[in-house]
């Protein structure tokens, strides 16, 4: 199994700044690409930002030029740099991984989510 864990969220005032970041576990083989996700109340789960193993990026309009996705695969670690929050980027963000695990099987993994609330 993998496990995906995520940190660094909490309350910021608007125009702040935050860096989130998720560690994965478990029997990892290779990492094709990791991302962030985010949820605010009453709204469906959104992509943030993606970033593939050799380093393409895919940014949500909202956050583009604001968020940076960065990796460390040989960490298996994923990290999102939040400058400019705004209000409605409250949400609860979450990691997520396509990976292949010790066995050679690609699967889809989710952490528990960081709460990220910005707000004066």
């Known amino acids: 199994q993998v496990q995906l864990v995520e940190s660094g969220g909490g309350l910021v005032q608007p125009g702040g700044s935050l860096r989130l970041s998720c560690a994965a576990s478990?029997?990892?083989?290779?990492?094709?690409?990791m991302g962030w996700y985010r949820r605010a109340p009453g709204n469906q789960r959104d992509l943030v930002a993606t970033?593939?193993?050799?380093?393409?990026?895919n940014y949500a309009d909202s956050v583009k030029g604001r968020f940076t996705i960065s990796r460390d695969f040989a960490k298996n670690t994923v990290y999102l740099q939040m400058n400019n929050l705004k209000r409605e980027d409250t949400a609860v963000y979450y990691c997520?991984?396509?990976?292949?695990?010790?066995?050679?099987?690609?699967?889809?993994?989710w952490g528990q989510g960081t709460q990220v609330t910005v707000s004066s």
């Open positions: 997520n991984g396509d990976m292949w695990d010790s066995r050679r099987v690609r699967g889809n993994y």
């Open positions: 478990g029997s990892i083989f290779s990492i094709r690409a």
């Open positions: 970033i593939t193993s050799d380093g393409t990026t």
